[in-house]
């Protein structure tokens, strides 16, 4: 049986848009009540998708605003990142944009495999701020995919990690054969 593929994946979002619920809900299956800060924190899962097995590094960040620098650990080695607003705020969704936006400044304009969450749809009947169809309309301006999810929905939280490793494998074959290196 082949290594499995390992893949690092930095969650990013404004503060108290449920990073951290996303990840726990992922991981452990478990929903967590209570608000508590992140200033970091890293978990792994391994996972099969198809015949393929992938061990996941999921960076679990402090909440970033417009004026967060994003640290090196958050560039060099990250695959992927899984950008997080909640959809009953519209402050946290402009956020999403200013992240993209330093992220493009720190990596450059090239592929970048993105998957954009708008979370927090269990509670979107009564105070919804942002619209579905405003996510995925900034997702595919990015080139990025789009998901809705709510952290206390196990499969949403599943198929978001799913996703970002889809996106990945997508952006690293779209490189194909002039991305190896040959030694001479």
Known sequence: MPMPKFRKVVILG???VGKSSLALQ???GQFAEDYDPTIENTLNKSLMIGEEEFQLQLVDTAGQDEYSLLPHSFI???HGYVLVYSVTSLKSFLI?????SKLQDRRGKGLMPIVLVGNKTDLASQNREVKAEDGKKLADTW???????SAKDGEKCHNIFTKIIEEIDRVERSFGDE???ALM
């Not at 999403?96 to 993209?100: F, P």
């Not at 080139?143 to 999810?149: C, N, Q, R």
């Open 14 to 16: 404004y503060r108290s």
């Open 26 to 28: 992922f991981v452990k």
């Open 76 to 78: 060099l080695g990250i």
């Open 96 to 100: 999403a944009k200013v992240i993209h």
């Open 143 to 149: 080139g990025a995919a789009f998901m809705e999810a």
């Open 179 to 181: 991305r190896k290196c």
